[in-house]
């Protein structure tokens, strides 16, 4: 496998815990349009800083301002309101390009009426590097992205895994200073998408340069990211490491975006110090920490991940929190058993349990069951 | 039973417009082929005697007619990419939701019939018409100047009244442009010149060349134009081949002259096809 060392700058990544100047930077960048005459507010206010090296996700629904957010890096779109900066350079103005960046886009825009080669060596072209050196780092970048010999070939002559890798490959070649990606794997099915996810992480490692990744595909986004930011509604509404995102969601649409998770709301009960009861049916008793401050009486939501729950068909003892409910389906996986089950209060909890040790099921349709939890896996949603 | 009829139904979708082609345009072209080789007169008759001389005959007594239709269609064909393409990029990149009622603007002069369109512009180039007459009276131009029966008025008319036919195969390439494949060539550092030149343009060329086809063949063989517009100076081979079949009568001459036309227009196309037409074109543009 070639090495490929990215543009300048990027050298400086080895040295750990050095100060460095954020790759890409996003100052409270607002975007509105004219649609019908309505002003709509695609991103209402967005703030990050994306490390140099880094892969970082944006991640959300259709809609949420995630590619508005990424073209703005990217220079499609002009802010309305805020600065974009790269390197530390204030780029809000300066035209696509001009800008030290590459872009994958989601359909791939690859030139129909060019060769392989031809496509991967436009961006090195316009920049004026000589023939020789285009020569090479055409070569280098095709064998990183696994396309040597097929330099010929037309886009529409190839499948859409391979038009993914050139798409990667003529972005990368010009050793941008960041790699944007709309959705790349979009249009690939799944066993393609999972293939590309291994490989783009592969690459990304290889070449070193920093990718932000734009997807509504939660699973994509945890598997490949060092950091995402989940968008809501023109929003982040959380910006953290995938475990974080995934274990401690900070907000009820992170909580119902981001896997399977299951939410319940209770009045608060008594406070003990760290804890905190809520009372939701009878013969429920869930307990949860008081990080967030709360006073008996407050109503709270609060979400638990369905892998963390277990289900009994006898009450359990010790202080898990407990809730009582029916259960109303029960889908056996293969690898896990998937539970549905009602509480009193009519709120629908998911639980796995996983195959571990046997198949059996614990309980059937209709038999009243109690879920237990550890404390520390109920999460307060602000 | 139902697989024969599976295999026979696209032969039946293709019999109504085939048999139409075989009897409006082989049979008749067989007939002028025969008629070009033949010898004699109206009033005697004709009889096949592959007499080449009406060949020999035309094309000397009329070479100049020839070259002279060449080149107006070449000048019209040129003059409707120049003036045709900005209109069709506009309204492919710009029109927004209003493309359609562009399009329909620029297919309106066919709601006119095609005598009549170019009959006005006689009327708008006459010499002391509403264009000429206010400029020769403000002094603004001499007296005695004229526009009509010069190859300008010809090969204006020409231009204009095929119009159409450039920009709306020229709009279609250019409408199927993926925009995003523009926003690509400039995050790869393109300015809009060099993206205009390396993608815009090479896309497109496959539109220009069915527009080309569409105008510059019309266009040659015409002899509206001519004899509305141009005078004694400005006589196209179509009006030669009309006066030919119509007046004199001279049915090998004219059918002579026509079958010159046609091969001279086929060689030209393919010679065309061949320097500019289907992915030659583009590998040579992408370079």
Redo the contacts between chains.
């Keep these: 496998m070639t090495e490929i060392q990215a543009g300048t700058g990027v050298a400086e990544t080895a040295a750990p815990g050095s100060q460095q100047v954020p790759a890409i930077e996003l100052d409270n960048v607002v975007k509105e349009y004219t649609s019908h005459g309505e002003v709509v507010r695609a991103v209402k206010g967005v703030s990050l800083s994306i490390a140099e090296g880094e892969f970082f996700s944006l991640l959300g629904p259709s809609g949420c301002g995630k590619t508005t957010s990424m073209r703005m890096i990217?220079g499609?779109e002009d802010p309305t309101q805020g600065v974009v900066r790269l390197h530390g350079q204030d780029v809000t103005s300066v035209?696509?390009?001009?800008r030290d960046v590459?872009?994958v886009?989601?359909?791939y825009?690859?030139?129909?009426?060019?060769?392989v080669w031809?496509n991967v060596a436009?961006?090195l072209k316009?920049?004026n590097v000589d023939a020789a050196e285009i020569k090479r780092r055409v070569g280098e970048i095709l064998e990183v992205v696994d396309l040597t010999g097929r330099e010929k070939r037309r886009p529409r002559e190839m499948s859409g895994g391979q038009q993914q890798r050139v798409a990667l490959a003529?972005?990368l070649v010009?050793r941008p200073r960041a790699l944007l990606l709309d959705e790349p794997l979009g249009a690939l099915d799944l066993k393609l998408r999972q293939a590309m996810q291994i490989e783009l992480k592969r690459i990304q490692r290889d070449v070193g340069i920093t990718f932000v990744y734009v997807t509504h595909d939660q699973g994509e986004a945890l598997t490949m990211s060092d950091r995402i930011a989940v968008m809501n509604d023109g929003l982040v509404d959380q910006l953290a490491d995938p475990r974080e995102i995934y274990e401690r969601p900070a907000t009820k649409f992170v909580a119902g975006f981001i896997g399977t998770s299951n939410l319940l709301s209770g009045v608060v009960q008594e406070v003990t110090g760290s804890t905190a009861v809520l009372a939701l049916g009878p013969s429920d008793r869930v307990v949860i920490s008081t990080e967030t401050p709360v006073a008996v009486g407050d109503s709270v939501e609060l979400t638990v991940r369905p892998e963390k729950i277990t289900i009994a068909t006898e009450q359990p003892a010790g202080d898990r929190s407990v809730v009582r409910g029916t259960v109303s389906e029960v889908v056996y996986l293969g690898t896990s058993n998937n539970y549905a089950v009602v509480l009193a209060d009519g709120a629908e909890i998911t639980v796995f349990q996983q195959n571990a040790h046997d198949s059996t099921i614990t309980a059937e349709r209709g038999d009243t069951v109690w879920l237990s939890w550890q404390p520390q896996h109920s999460y307060v949603l602000r | 039973m139902r697989t024969l009829r599976a295999r026979l139904t696209p032969y039946a979708l293709v019999l109504p417009g085939g048999l139409w082609l075989a009897i409006f345009f082989v049979i008749p072209t067989l007939v002028m082929l025969s008629l070009s080789l033949q010898s004699g007169n109206v009033v005697d008759g004709f009889a096949f005697t592959w007499n080449w001389h009406s060949y020999v005959d035309g094309i000397t007594t009329y070479h100049n007619q020839i070259v002279r239709s060449l080149l107006y269609g070449l000048s019209a064909t040129i003059i409707q990419i120049v003036i045709g393409f900005p209109v069709a990029y506009w309204i492919a990149f710009k029109g927004g939701s209003r493309k359609s009622v562009y399009l329909f603007l620029v297919l309106l002069p066919f709601l006119v019939s095609f005598v009549l369109r170019t009959i006005s512009w006689q009327f708008l180039l006459s010499d002391n018409g509403i264009l000429l007459g206010p400029l020769k009276s403000l002094g603004v131009l001499p007296q005695d100047f004229h526009i009509l029966a010069t190859p300008y008025a010809v090969i204006g008319g020409l231009s204009y009244n095929f119009l159409p036919f450039m920009i709306l195969p020229m709009y279609v390439a250019l409408e199927r442009i993926d925009p995003r494949l523009l926003e690509a060539a400039q995050d790869l550092y393109a300015s809009k010149v060099q993206t205009f030149l390396r993608v815009v343009l090479p896309l497109s060329l496959p539109g220009v060349f069915a527009g080309v086809l569409m105008t510059f063949v019309p266009a040659s063989s015409d002899y509206v134009n001519s004899s509305v517009l141009g005078g004694t100076n400005t006589t196209m081979i179509g009006n030669v081949i009309q006066n030919q079949f119509l007046v004199n009568q001279d049915y090998p001459v004219a059918s002579a002259l026509s079958f010159t036309l046609m091969a001279l227009l086929l060689v030209g196309i393919f010679v065309y096809a061949r320097a500019l037409g289907t992915e030659d074109v583009l590998e040579v543009a992408a370079r």
């Design positions: 990217a499609f035209p696509p390009n001009k590459n872009m886009f989601q359909s825009a690859l030139f129909p009426h060019m060769s031809e436009f961006g316009r920049k003529r972005a010009n």
